[in-house]
Antibody, heavy 115, light 108 residues
Framework: EVQLVESGGGLVQPGGSLRLSCAAS????????MSWVRQAPGKGLEWVAN????????YYVDSVKGRFTISRDNAKNSLYLQMNSLRAEDTAVYFC????????WGQGTTVTVSS | DIQMTQSPSTLSASVGDRVTITCRAS??????LAWYQQKPGKAPKLLIYKASSLESGVPSRFSGSGSGTEFTLTISSLQPDDFAIYYC??????????FGGGTKVEIK
């Protein structure tokens, strides 16, 4: 079964850091661009970041540039999102997804930034 | 960056109605457009890719059309399971990806 499972969400204070992980299974992870997409409470979907198959290209939405870092470990079939300098507006459900060539989404992990 | 404008934001309809949702891109995206359905607490589900290709397993009452900057999602006969939020998404490049604001389809 093709599957993505996120972990690492939680409650963090403004200015803090969090690292999200996404474990892939059931498909050849290293063949696909991967993405992070988030959804703030009661709001729409927002793309956060993309990473190329070999990690050599990374792209971010302007609001997270310089604060978030996307990375991957193809040997571990895993995708990551390092989030630093977190703000209240980063509060959201974060989805790991394969959106190019094959459409697969994780169930999401909740990040709450609050004091 | 490419902006996606979706309309209407809310749509009230009855079972059996024909429903159309529109998505407009701020610049040409060829046919690199997808439509998703999302229900509360769930991840989005792909319905249509490449503007008009039906994802496997999706009922044929869903259809997509358009190219360039104007796109539509049509549900030919609305079913009870179709009440949800629908999003368009452009994936014209790897450097950026944009979703429309969403259309909530609710029971009239």
């Amino acid at each position: 079964e093709v599957q993505l499972v996120e972990s690492g969400g939680g409650l963090v204070q403004p200015g803090g850091s969090l690292r999200l992980s996404c474990a892939a299974s059931g498909f050849t992870f290293s063949r696909y661009w991967m993405s992070w997409v988030r959804q703030a409470p009661g709001k729409g979907l927002e793309w956060v970041a993309n990473i190329k198959q070999d990690g050599s290209e990374k792209y971010y939405v302007d609001s997270v540039k310089g604060r978030f870092t996307i990375s991957r470990d193809n040997a571990k079939n895993s995708l990551y999102l390092q989030m630093n300098s977190l703000r209240a507006e980063d509060t959201a459900v974060y989805f790991c997804a394969s959106l190019y060539g094959m459409d697969v989404w994780g169930q999401g992990t909740t990040v709450t930034v609050s004091s | 960056d490419i902006q996606m404008t979706q309309s209407p934001s809310t749509l009230s309809a009855s079972v059996g109605d024909r429903v159309t949702i529109t998505c407009r891109a701020s610049q040409s995206i060829s046919s690199w457009l997808a439509w998703y359905q999302q229900k509360p607490g769930k991840a989005p589900k792909l319905l249509i890719y490449k503007a008009s290709s039906l994802e496997s397993g999706v009922p044929s009452r869903f259809s997509g059309s358009g190219s360039g900057t104007e796109f539509t999602l049509t549900i030919s006969s609305l079913q009870p399971d179709d009440f949800a939020i629908y999003y368009c998404q452009q994936y014209n490049s790897y450097s950026s990806l944009t979703f429309g604001g969403g259309t909530k389809v609710e029971i009239k």
